[in-house]
């Protein structure tokens, strides 16, 4: 074909590496799956969808990846080519973007983010409308992207900084009169700045750890469901005689807390606090925590007037059912929490950190104390081990089709969550990794290890080797 018939079209086709488009977001190694020929098919195909909505104004953020600013650039071009007005926010968290498209009235929004992943990595995570895009909606995408599909235009790229108004935003909802003394780490992420400037108007103590945003985290990952990675923070915690430590992920959209005795509080430990100022004010409401998460959690959640509701493991399938169930509070043991209550419904670990110091601010109990008066867990953490993407599900269905077949008692929303006299075990297929999860709590002990036995001969019977739990 020649030159000059291709250019009939307008456009050629891009067809993205196999493995960057994912149920939640895109995600690949920078240079080698995720190049700015990607980021610009992407923004291009973006557009296309806005523009059949009859919509074009899409807000732009990014994190402080090195890479970040030229896939930004790229992906801001390929937007502005398919007729989107860019609305360019610049540098910060993932949920500073989520707040911009509700702030802006966007019709959608891109952050530039490898959220927690290792430096080479980066990615998009997408709304739209206020909604999260992901599933079938990002192979849309991709298939927009291989046909070359693409809408054509001159869209404008607009300055239109949120930083101010999203600090402001933040800390509108603080109110307390204990003065509390907190240290934070923000692992050198995108919170970094935003972090100074609240901290710097927050009544209180603070010490803040790597706040300074640097794509290379030369001080440790920003991953805060990694213990190893809270290690830091406790010590500060310790040394400085501090009543809460706060982590954040790299983009911002998942908390880590521990406590004045250097614990650690997993996600859904911190739900119950939190469950428990909401469902003060709305008696009765859904509050929804994922497959993961403690029996203790659920029954804390019955104990104080809720609904408890057990969902989907994964940030968009839980704001997709928070928005349904209209759930004032939603959240994930790997720390994505989710406020409708005075919020919008999606994961802001900032806000979520602001909510917990209030609720603490306004009491005398400290944290630790709050802790020691939660229901004992005796649970496993969640362990993953690896399973090849094409034989997870299959895995889970036949461990499922044995157990309904042995009359087991089983929810199976995400996975298996099996419940027996000694407590429950949990088996999942992980959307976003080629590795199966599962997970076990008992009422003691010795349940705990007939659990984690039956995890085991389950896998076995199914031809799949056990990991060593
Ligand atoms: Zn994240």
Redesign the pocket.
């Known amino acids: 074909m020649s030159a000059s018939g291709a250019a009939l079209t307008g456009a050629t086709g891009h067809a993205f590496h196999p493995t960057i488009l994912r149920e939640y977001d895109i995600r690949g190694i920078v240079g080698e799956t995720l190049t700015t020929a990607d980021a610009y098919a992407l923004g291009r195909a973006y557009a296309t969808l806005l523009r059949r909505q009859g919509t074009s104004r899409v807000a732009l953020g990014r994190d402080g990846r090195l890479s970040s600013p030229e896939l930004a650039a790229a992906l801001a071009e390929g937007l502005g080519a398919s007729g989107a007005e860019v609305l360019e926010i610049g540098l910060g968290p ?1 949920p500073m973007l989520y707040f911009a498209v509700h702030h802006l009235g966007a019709d959608g929004g891109i952050q530039v983010t490898g ?2 992943n290792p430096p080479s990595h980066n990615g998009f995570k997408m709304m739209l409308g206020t909604k999260p895009l992901f599933g079938g909606t990002i192979q849309e995408l991709g298939r927009i992207a291989t046909e070359g599909a693409f809408a054509s235009g001159h869209g404008r790229r607009i300055q239109q900084p949120v930083f101010d108004a999203y600090v402001d935003r933040l800390l509108q909802d603080y109110a307390g009169t204990r003065e509390l003394r907190v240290v934070w780490d923000a692992g050198n992420g995108a919170t970094g700045e935003v972090l100074q400037a609240m901290t710097a108007r927050l009544p209180g103590r603070h010490e803040l750890l790597f706040a300074e945003i640097d794509g290379r985290f030369p001080n440790h990952h920003p991953d805060p469901t990694v213990p190893a990675n809270l290690e830091d923070l406790i010590r500060a915690v310790r040394a400085g005689g501090a009543e809460v430590g706060i982590a954040f ?3 911002g ?2 908390i880590g807390l521990v406590d004045g005795q250097g614990r650690i509080l997993f996600g859904d430990q911190l739900l119950q606090i939190l469950a428990e100022e909401v469902l003060s004010r709305h008696p009765g409401a859904p509050i929804i925590a994922d497959v993961k998460a403690s029996e203790a959690l659920f029954a804390e959640i019955a104990r104080l007037g809720g609904r408890p509701v057990m969902w989907k493991t994964g940030h968009s399938l839980i704001k997709s059912a928070m928005a349904e169930m209209h759930a004032p509070l939603a959240g994930e043991m790997s720390g994505h929490i989710f406020y409708a209550d005075g919020f919008y419904g999606h994961d802001d670990a900032l806000y979520v950190a602001i909510r917990l110091l209030a609720i603490l601010a306004r009491g005398e109990e400290t944290l630790a104390a709050r802790r020691d008066r939660m229901a004992p867990m005796i649970n496993t953490p969640e362990l993953r081990f690896d399973c090849p993407d094409e034989a997870k599900f299959a895995v889970v269905e036949q461990v499922k089709a044995r157990l309904e077949a042995n009359g087991a008692k089983v929810n199976a929303i995400d996975g298996v969550r099996v419940t027996t006299p000694d407590g429950w075990w949990l088996l999942r297929a992980s959307n976003t990794q080629a590795v199966l999860v599962a997970r076990a709590e008992g009422h003691d002990e010795a349940g705990l290890a007939r659990l984690k036995d039956q995890i085991a001969t389950n896998l076995r019977t199914v031809g799949v080797e056990p990991p060593a739990f």
Do not use: I
């Open positions: 993932t959220s927690h992920d790299g983009d959209d998942r």
